[in-house]
Structure formats: structure tokens, C-alpha cells
């Protein structure tokens, strides 16, 4: 019973709000705050880049293919974000599978719980 009490009152809390979802729509929008804190998290790096390296690439400017440059800006970024995105869904399909099974065997005790109390 003790056991019980202390699941709700710390686990439970956390695993109630994440079943109170479909498993689509849970992990969708986990992937989604991932992917929005990803872009974000690449455009600072990319301005730290461009900021610690801004002498060079005036001097350069001229003579470098901006095009090539941006296409591997893009494919840098798409990677990045496309990793970012599968470890993202991989993480929280994890974490709303364990929520489901530590309900599930809650619910379960909760039942012999009350079983015992019939008797």
C-alpha cells in the first residue's frame, strides 16, 4: 500500500501526464519541441561560427561559391536536425512505453489492492 502511495505521489504524476496522450501525439509533439530547440541550437552555433571566423570570410567572400557554401550549411543542418529527430523519437517512444507499463502494473496492484480490502 505504501508502495503504492509513493508510486502516485512521484513516478505517477509524471507517467499520468504522458498516457494522458495518444502515443502519436505524444512522441509527434516531443519530436517537434526537439526539432524547434535543434534549429535554434544550430542557428547559435552557426552564429558563433560566422562571428569567430568573420574576417576570413569577408576576405574570402569574393571567391568562394556561395552557393556550395549554403548547400552545405543546408545539408549540414538537415543532418543535424534528421539525427536529432530519430534519437528524439527513439527517447520518448522509450519513455511512453515504460509510462505505459509502470500504469498498467499499478492499475494491477491497485486491483489486488482492492481485492484485499473485499475480503
Given at each position: 500500500m505504501t508502495k503504492l502511495a509513493s508510486y502516485e505521489s512521484h513516478e505517477g504524476k509524471k507517467d499520468i501526464q504522458i498516457v494522458n496522450y495518444f502515443k502519436g501525439d505524444y512522441i509527434g509533439f516531443q519530436v517537434l519541441k526537439s526539432v524547434i530547440a535543434a534549429t535554434i541550437s544550430f542557428c547559435a552555433l552557426f552564429?558563433?561560427?560566422?562571428?569567430?571566423?568573420?574576417?576570413?570570410?569577408?576576405?574570402?567572400?569574393?571567391?568562394?561559391?556561395?552557393l556550395q557554401f549554403g548547400k552545405s550549411v543546408m545539408i549540414l543542418y538537415l543532418c543535424t536536425v534528421g539525427a536529432y529527430g530519430v534519437i528524439s523519437y527513439v527517447v520518448y517512444a522509450s519513455r511512453y512505453s515504460k509510462a505505459k507499463h509502470h500504469l498498467r502494473n499499478y492499475y494491477g496492484n491497485l486491483k489486488k489492492l482492492a481485492g484485499m480490502y473485499d475480503k
Open positions: 552564429g558563433v561560427y560566422v562571428f569567430y571566423n568573420f574576417e576570413k570570410l569577408m576576405q574570402d567572400i569574393y571567391k568562394m561559391d556561395l
